[in-house]
Every structure is written in structure tokens, then in C-alpha cells.
């Protein structure tokens, strides 16, 4: 499967941004989707990720309460609705694709996106 992340860009602190994750040649409906972030020098860092059905997300504590994982599999798109944006939230947002949660969750899936710059401005 191919993945294909868009809808990152330059927003001011507080701001939101909504990221999607568009799939091609397989269904999305087979994978957990998970959603990462890599910022400049650092290691790339799990943000969150949803289940095949969409009844289960887990979250990193970073994000927990200013960001929502959700997924139309008949669009066969995942998306990332990020809110109450910081400095820090800034570094490029890649989605996965797995067929188990806890692989994802290790950032050791097979289907990687190229990836969606997002930069937040003090």
C-alpha cells in the first residue's frame, strides 16, 4: 500500500491544521494507522495511532487532548486533526500503516508516507 500525507503547513501558536493520509493500491480497512513526527535533529516520535474500525486510538502524552486520529476507510483516508498548536509540535508528520498496533506503535511498519512539514510559529 501507498501512502500519501498532505495538509501541513505554517500556522501561529494556538492555531490547527487537519492532515490526511490518503491510501492507494491496497484498503486502508486491513491496517492500523498510526500518525508520527520527526523534528529537526531528533528522533522520529509516535503521535497516535487508530484501529482498523476506528473504535480504539491511543495517543502520546504530548498530544493527548489537543489532538484526534480519525479514519473514513471508504475514502480510504486517515486523518489528524491537530489543535492548540505549540513551537514544539513543529517537525515533519509522516502516517504508517500495519497490521498490528503494537509494530506500529514501535515505528517498525513496512507502509511509511513521505511525510507533511508542519511549522508553528511563537
Known amino acids: 500500500v501507498q501512502l500519501q500525507a498532505c495538509g501541513g503547513g505554517l500556522v501561529q501558536a494556538g492555531g490547527s491544521l487537519r492532515l490526511s493520509c490518503a491510501a492507494s493500491?491496497?484498503?486502508?480497512?486491513?491496517?492500523?494507522m498510526g500518525w508520527f513526527r520527526q523534528a529537526p535533529g531528533k528522533e522520529r516520535e509516535f503521535v497516535a495511532a487508530?484501529?482498523?474500525?476506528?473504535?480504539?486510538?491511543t495517543y502520546a502524552n504530548s498530544v493527548k487532548g489537543r489532538f484526534t486520529v480519525s479514519r473514513d476507510n471508504a475514502k480510504n483516508t486517515v486523518y489528524l486533526l491537530v489543535n492548540s498548536l505549540k513551537p514544539e509540535d513543529t517537525a515533519v508528520y509522516y502516517c504508517?500503516?500495519?497490521?498490528?498496533?503494537?509494530?506500529?506503535?514501535?515505528?517498525?511498519?513496512?507502509?511509511w508516507g513521505q511525510g507533511t512539514q508542519v511549522t508553528v510559529s511563537s
Open positions: 493500491g491496497g484498503t486502508l480497512s486491513r491496517y492500523v
Open positions: 487508530i484501529t482498523w474500525n476506528g473504535s480504539s486510538t
Open positions: 504508517a500503516a500495519d497490521t498490528r498496533l503494537q509494530r506500529l506503535m514501535m515505528s517498525r511498519s513496512d507502509y
